[in-house]
Nanobody, 122 residues
């Protein structure tokens, strides 16, 4: 299983960016789709998480970011609006409880994308 993230870049404060992540491989089901970020000198933190039942956000991005599953298979996005300088970080997509394998040997795993830089600056 491989995850490919895209959509990062440089944006002014108040602007918007949309990140996208596509998972490829012999995947039956992705139970949890998420986005994390890591700013310089800080620990990686979860920004948004999506399951079939719920979506949750970090307090710092609530109301500004939206995670959604796209129409393309095994693809999800993070719409980021009203961006602030403190949103500057490398953003990583994550897929958890990914079901792979054969019908008689199903397995679950956790996978990470390569990271995409988001810089919010005037």
């Amino acid at each position: 299983v491989q995850l490919q993230a895209s959509g990062g870049g440089l944006v002014q404060p108040g602007g918007s960016l949309r990140l996208s992540c596509t998972a490829s491989g012999s995947i039956y089901l992705i139970n949890v789709m998420a986005w994390y970020r890591q700013a310089p000198g800080k620990e990686r933190e979860r920004v948004a998480r999506l399951t079939a039942r719920s979506e949750t956000y970090a307090d710092s991005v609530q109301g500004r970011f939206t995670i959604a599953k796209d129409s393309a298979k095994n693809t999800w996005s993070l719409q980021m609006d009203n961006l602030k300088p403190e949103d500057t970080a490398v953003y990583y997509c994550n897929a958890d409880r990914v079901v792979t394998g054969t019908p008689t040997d199903l397995r679950e795993g956790n996978y990470w994308g390569q990271g995409t830089q988001v810089t919010v600056s005037s």
